[in-house]
């Protein structure tokens, strides 16, 4: 079995932001832009091309929200480094 270490390819996963942004940007390639940081979405552009007729009341909607959202939202998207792999000599009835 190769060994795997935290930079080879096996051990990444897949980058969730780039591949809803490369979502974003074959349906709407107005809203990628270039920025300081690299690719960015253009929520502005993004509310004019839904037909957004700016918000007013954005304050008064209802949603779940707690301290450490964004937090884990950020936690949840950022790839992984490990991988789980299968060990046939510590497993019962591998062969079945």
């Given at each position: 079995m190769k060994k795997i270490d935290i930079n080879s390819p096996e051990a990444q996963s897949a980058d969730l932001v780039a591949g809803?942004?490369?979502?974003?940007?074959a349906l709407f390639p107005a809203l990628i832009t270039e920025g300081p940081n690299g690719t960015a979405v253009n929520v502005d552009v993004l509310k004019a091309l839904v037909g957004d007729q700016t918000v007013?009341?954005?304050?008064e909607k209802y949603g779940l929200n707690?301290?450490?959202k964004r937090r884990a939202r950020q936690l949840a998207l950022t790839p992984s480094t490990g991988t789980l792999r299968p060990c046939p000599d510590d497993s019962v009835d591998w062969e079945m």
């Open positions: 809803n942004i490369d979502q974003l940007k007013t009341d954005a304050d707690w301290h450490g």
